[in-house]
């Protein structure tokens, strides 16, 4: 028989994505429930118990729930994975009111044990500086104040999963499903990751969350001169629009445009470019009756090799697949 694996859910002080728990609470017990059913255990192989920094209840998600910890970590002695959810509302203040959790976090990874974060969980992960140097994923809508707050931590926005060194991320909302899966199937097998994605209904090994993300205009920065620039592309995305023309309109050098809209944009000015004709060909396969020509040439593209190699590489999947999934009209 394999050895008990305990997994500890934290519980945050302040605001948190009730969901998050629960889900993860209720995969792994699923898990327990298959496993003893075919006999691959005789006892449950997780212990899955929800951690707090006090033994009161917590209100969660605006007040309207309450929750309250099986264990304190004061009392937890081992785990051998350390959850943490999304953290829900201002993050950087729930990051700052969860953060005697830090040290205890740090401490268990030390000792051995794994953790791994959900959604925007990643933020209290990241203040650990476990992650410093390594990769790290989180929701798409918060990647730029990710960026922001933690610039040691390669951000790779359009995975799902990431794995190193024993510590773990997710991607945005209900994708954290795919991290437990993920993890269900490493700690006790293909078999029952498949189960569990069935009896959850979660499409099992789904890499990127590229088709889901909306790009908003990375416009947080103070770069007057930039923002000025991110504004003419965004209102003349359909030409064709040159690094040197954006140089010479806005009154500086080539090498000082670039290299300022890196800084406060984290995208280059082509970049940037492509991203917003992306964006706009996208609403247009969502809601136009307008062929892939059509949006092409609509968003300034005259290259259909080009578009389509761009469109894939922004959202994951080609022009044609992305409009099948969203079009209402081929839906139905």
């Not at 934290?10 to 969901?19: I, Q, R, T, Y």
């Not at 990431?162 to 899966?181: C, K, M, P, R």
């Not at 917003?276 to 136009?288: D, L, T, W």
Request: charged share 25%; with cysteine.
């Amino acid at each position: 028989m394999k050895e008990q694996k305990h997994i500890s859910i934290l519980v945050p002080s302040g605001d948190a994505v009730l969901s998050s728990i629960i889900g993860t609470f209720k995969a792994f017990n699923a898990a327990n429930e298959y496993m003893m059913h075919i006999g691959k255990t005789q006892a449950p192989f997780f212990k899955v118990q929800l951690v707090g920094m006090h033994a009161e209840e917590t209100s969660l998600y605006q007040g309207a729930f309450i929750i309250r910890p099986h264990i304190t970590i004061d009392q937890l002695t081992h785990t051998d994975l350390v959850i943490i959810p999304a953290l829900s509302g201002n993050i950087p203040a729930e990051v700052d009111h969860n953060k005697d959790f830090v040290p205890w976090i740090i401490e268990q990874y030390k000792k051995g044990s794994e953790v791994a974060s959900l959604c925007v969980g990643a933020f209290l992960l990241a203040s650990t500086g476990l992650i410093d140097g390594k990769k790290c994923t989180t929701h798409w809508i918060a990647c730029d104040n990710f960026r922001q707050m933690y610039p040691n931590v390669s951000l790779v926005t359009e995975k799902i999963v990431t794995d190193e060194n024993g510590i773990y991320t997710s991607g945005g909302a209900f994708s954290y499903l795919n991290l437990v899966l993920y993890l269900i199937e490493k700690y006790s097998g293909r078999d029952v990751a498949i189960y569990c994605s069935k009896l959850l209904e979660v499409d099992i090994d789904r890499q990127s969350q590229l088709p889901f993300a909306i790009f908003g205009g990375q416009q947080t920065h103070q770069d007057d001169v930039v923002q000025k620039a991110q504004q003419y592309i965004e209102q003349n995305y359909a030409e064709k629009i040159t690094i040197d023309q954006l140089a010479d309109r806005f009154a500086i050098s080539r090498r000082n445009l670039e290299r300022r809209f890196k800084k406060a944009s984290g995208n280059s000015p082509v970049e940037y470019i492509q991203r917003v004709k992306i964006e706009a060909a996208k609403k247009s396969f969502e809601s136009s009756r307008e062929n892939i020509n059509e949006v092409m040439y609509a968003v300034g593209y005259s290259d259909s090799k080009a578009f389509r190699a761009t469109f894939r590489k922004i959202t994951g999947v080609s022009p044609l697949e992305y409009k099948q999934r969203y079009n209402r009209e081929m839906v139905n």
